[in-house]
């Protein structure tokens, strides 16, 4: 069974940091790309990173370029998303995604499979 378990979110202040990781089991990375979304309240999914299946190809969403930063373990088993430099605007959920296809899609309904989403809320 495929399932991908989120973790690391909280509450940070503006200008902090905060490392999300997504841990997959039933499945490894080296044929899937990872992506990760996140949902504002109020607001529909934006797709934020990814990592395409062999790890040589990263993309970022422009309001997180700079700031963010996604990376796997040689074991293509943990994918994570590094965020620095935090805003308000980052506060959301984050969800963890897998597609079935070895390059990065924006496009959120692309993805296969999903975590159950770790909250991070930046505030003061």
């Known amino acids: 069974e495929v399932q991908l378990v989120e973790s690391g979110g909280g509450l940070v202040q503006p200008g902090g940091s905060l490392r999300l990781s997504c841990a997959a089991s039933?499945?490894?990375?080296?044929?899937?790309?990872m992506n990760w979304v996140r949902q504002a309240p109020g607001k529909g999914p934006e797709w934020v990173s990814g990592?395409?299946?062999?790890?040589?190809?990263?993309s970022y969403a422009d309001s997180v370029k700079g700031r963010f930063t996604i990376s796997t373990n040689g074991a293509r088993d943990t994918v994570w998303l590094q965020m620095d430099t935090v805003k308000p605007d980052d506060t959301a959920v984050y969800f963890c995604?897998?597609?079935?296809?070895?390059?990065?899609?924006?496009?959120?309904?692309?993805?296969?499979?999903w975590g159950q989403g770790t909250q991070v809320t930046v505030s003061s």
């Open positions: 990592i395409n299946s062999g790890g040589g190809s990263i």
């Open positions: 995604s897998a597609r079935t296809r070895p390059g990065i899609s924006t496009l959120v309904n692309e993805y296969d499979y």
């Open positions: 039933g499945f490894t990375f080296s044929s899937y790309a």
